[in-house]
């Protein structure tokens, strides 16, 4: 029996193991020519990739989840920024050990980059053969998933590319329900857990796939106790993840009150349409774009498409049964609903709004496509539930009609919270927006990245599909399908850009600020940071520390002040691109400034450094007890002027974009000392004034100015302080003040708001 079971597993690994290297040698050639720049490429663009490299090359200098690992030295010296984007830690298992031994980074993150490409097609075979027993199709199914046309979108989030658990753990389910073994539970949490540790999207993604697999597979057909012991593994692993999540609450949302706004999750949703876009870089479909949106190409193939309506197509009943008169009017009922639901949806794209009136009587009334759309699509499912073939997949739970309609899910999930259609309304009340509700889900930006899981799904469909073939010719339709799979997916170049110019950080400085600051300048300093781990002022990251825009506005405007703000944290090493200040400004900007020293000058760069100051704080911190205001008055939008003082950072008055005039004026119970005036930009901070002229008054009569001047460095000093609220204090140190007036006279691009409002005596 040793024997047996022996050569058993050796006929297993033997095309296991021609699987993987087929794999490698479709990877190398897929991203040639990075395996020869391995050291020094970076795909696809300085981006994301940088950024990347750089949050694995951080993982291999502090420990996570201590202090230090949250308090990445970016965005110096804002605290908790690693917490600003994905952490990671599942890919550290390739990376960190490479990044350890030869010191660099971005061969870490290229290892690894190629690395989910192998084991994304080991992690779909495993699944596949798992399904079908099948090493042909399994095959297949690997190539379905590594080279799919979204991932090519994706090749600058590794993240988004570590989806290889999901399959992985999807498949150890399956060997779970057949064999009841708690390795299998085990293992399907493991993958739960790692897939978790890849990618924060994936944990929640991947557990609504998982959602469906239970609701399919186990509910109804388990013991409670085989329900329970699967379930106890995936609780220990939860528990892992628990700190970590706990470690992100507290900084995005307690310290920073961080939350995605609805339009931004809506930016990110996938339009109906990108079933129809792929991306500019496959060979074969790059000409494909019926819609351009971030995020938005979601084309899963002419062959995998192929390949799953074939298979649903083929799908019959194992037995014919009879079907009640009942049935069969109910099933024509939902077909007639779904069709009358279609037409009226049609009748406003066609005519715009309508009405129904019979007798002056109102009967039924379409303006927006959205709703009749949402209703046809539910009397359309109900309908296909009642088809013969439906039902006897449910009652056999068939695997190929989980995962077809699985697919179909996750597709309207990657729509988001509220479809559109070509740019148009095409879903109402989404499904997506449901999961909106429940924590963790709010705070995700891009619900398009939900098709990953759409493609787990059809990966499996493909090696079912397959799996039905039989005779002389499954052989050359696997081959086919095989190669179809790669075309569709194949670019027609991967993109590999030089690692950026080494410039050395000026030596014993406590910090580095590198000049001029914009998105692809900061990318470049975290490659930077790598060689010598000095503070970085500058940060590149998945949100903004709030101070930032205020840093950047001093700096364009060459203020003085913030280089004193800067260095009076200590020595600051400042490195000028001279491509990006042609002029110079900046050089001089630097020379001019007290103490400082050229470090070191070349072709395309220069350094220097600045001495600490021990001027302190250029703006007080607020305090002092609060006076009672009165009421408040503003120009323009007077109604919305109470929202400054109903105690909510979430409301605000705004005067609108800075290019005009605005005011708000307070009134005080009653005259008295005055010392500060403080307003809270909350969430909205980068709606500073540009030029503010504060005035006060005992009586309206005659006013008095206090400040004139802008207002960036007090948004500076407010953000690092308290970056929830975000207070501009303004000093005032008057007596016999009752009114107090601001007034807005600058010309910027942002509002000018006003979250809340105080006065300090």
């Known amino acids: 029996m040793g024997d047996g079971r022996g050569r058993s597993l050796a006929g297993h690994a033997r095309p296991v193991a021609l699987a993987a290297l087929a794999y490698t040698i479709l990877t190398l050639a897929y991203s040639w020519p990075l395996p020869i720049d391995i050291m020094r490429g970076v795909a696809h663009d300085p981006g994301d990739p940088i950024l990347n490299a750089w949050i694995l090359w951080w993982t291999t200098k502090a420990v996570p989840l201590t202090q230090a690992w949250w308090n990445a030295p970016i965005f110096y010296p804002a605290p908790g920024t690693f917490a600003f984007s994905e952490h990671l830690l599942g890919q550290a298992f390739i990376s960190a050990p490479l990044i350890a031994l030869t010191g660099s ?9 190629l690395a989910t490409y192998v084991l994304s097609g080991l992690g779909g075979y495993f699944l596949g053969y798992t399904l079908t027993r099948r090493h042909d199709a399994s095959f297949v199914a690997g190539l379905a998933f590594a080279f799919a046309p979204y991932r090519a979108a994706q090749l600058p989030h590794i993240q988004v590319l570590t989806a290889f658990w999901t399959p992985v753990c999807l498949a150890a389910l399956h060997r779970y329900d057949r064999e009841r073994s708690p390795k299998w539970a085990a293992l399907a949490a493991a993958a739960w857990l790692m897939q978790s540790l890849s990618n924060g999207y994936f944990m929640f993604f991947s557990s609504v796939l998982l959602l469906l697999w239970f609701a399919w597979f186990a509910i109804g057909r388990w013991r409670w106790r085989t329900l329970a012991a699967c379930i106890v593994f995936f609780i220990a692993a939860a528990a892992v993840l628990l700190p970590i999540l706990l470690g992100y609450r507290t900084i995005l949302q307690d310290t920073y009150g961080y939350r995605r706004a609805l339009i931004e999750v809506q930016v990110f949703s996938a339009d109906a349409a990108a079933l129809f876009t792929a991306s500019e870089d496959l060979v074969a479909w790059g000409w494909l774009r019926a819609i351009s949106r971030p995020e938005g190409e979601l084309f899963p193939g002419l062959t995998v498409a192929a390949l799953a309506l074939g298979a649903i197509a083929a799908a019959r009943p194992l037995a014919a049964e009879a079907e009640s008169p009942r049935r069969r009017w109910l099933r024509r009922a939902f077909a007639a609903t779904a069709l009358l639901l279609l037409a009226g949806a049609l009748m406003p794209m066609v005519y715009g709004p309508w009405r129904l009136q019979i007798a002056g009587i109102r009967i039924v009334s379409i303006a927006r496509a959205d709703k009749p759309l949402t209703l046809a699509m539910f009397a359309a499912i109900a309908w296909m539930c009642t088809l013969p073939r439906v039902r006897a997949a449910v009652r ?14 996750m597709w309207v999930m990657a729509l988001g919270p509220d479809p559109t259609l070509l740019g148009g309304r095409f879903l109402y009340q989404a499904p997506y927006g449901w999961l909106m509700r429940l924590p963790g889900f709010d705070g995700l930006r891009v ?7 759409a493609v787990v799904c059809l990966s499996a469909v493909s090696a079912l599909a397959l799996a039905r073939l039989s005779g002389r010719a499954r052989q050359v339709i696997v081959a086919c399908a095989a190669a179809g799979v790669l075309i569709d997916g194949w670019p027609a170049v991967f993109h590999v850009a030089a690692a950026p110019e080494r410039r050395p950080t000026p030596a014993d400085v406590s910090m580095r600020l590198d000049l001029p600051s914009d998105t692809d300048r900061d990318a470049l300093a975290l490659y930077q940071q790598t060689f010598d781990g000095v503070p970085l002022v500058n940060g590149f990251s998945g949100y903004v520390a709030p101070h930032y825009f205020a840093l950047y506005e001093l700096l364009q405007a060459r203020d003085v002040r913030i280089l004193q703000a800067l260095t009076a944290q200590g020595t600051l090493g400042v490195v000028v691109d001279h491509a990006s200040d042609a002029d110079g400004a900046y050089r001089r900007f630097l020379s001019g400034y ?19 100051s021990d001027r302190g704080a250029l703006v007080p911190a607020a305090s002092g007890d609060t006076l009672r205001i009165r009421s408040v008055d503003a120009f323009p939008s007077p109604p919305n002027a109470p929202r400054a003082v109903d105690g909510s950072l979430a409301t605000r008055w705004s005067g609108g974009v800075q290019k005009g005039a605005a005011d708000f004026t307070i009134e005080l119970e009653e005259p008295g000392r005055v010392n500060q005036v403080v307003t809270y930009l909350g969430e909205f901070w980068t709606d500073f004034p540009k030029q503010l002229r504060l005035e006060v008054s005992p009586d309206k009569s ?9 207002t960036a460095l ?13 207070p501009l204090v303004f000093p005032i140190g008057k007596d016999n003040v009752r009114y107090i007036r601001l007034t807005q006279l600058g010309w910027g691009t942002h509002d000018w708001s006003i979250a809340e409002v105080r006065v300090f005596r």
Do not use: C, I, K
């Open 594 to 612: 007290p103490g400082a020293a050229l470090h070191e000058t070349h072709p395309t760069w220069s350094s220097y450094t600045l001495p600490r």
């Open 702 to 710: 005659a006013w008095e100015t206090v400040h004139m001047g802008d």
């Open 714 to 726: 007090q948004a500076y000093y407010g953000a690092l302080r308290h970056p929830r609220e975000l």
């Open 105 to 113: 980074p971005l061969f870490g993150y290229n290892v690894t980059l």
């Open 447 to 453: 619900p398009a990245r939900f098709w990953m899981m």
């Open 396 to 409: 056999r739970r068939s695997p190929l009609f989980l995962y077809a309609f699985a697919a179909f899910v």
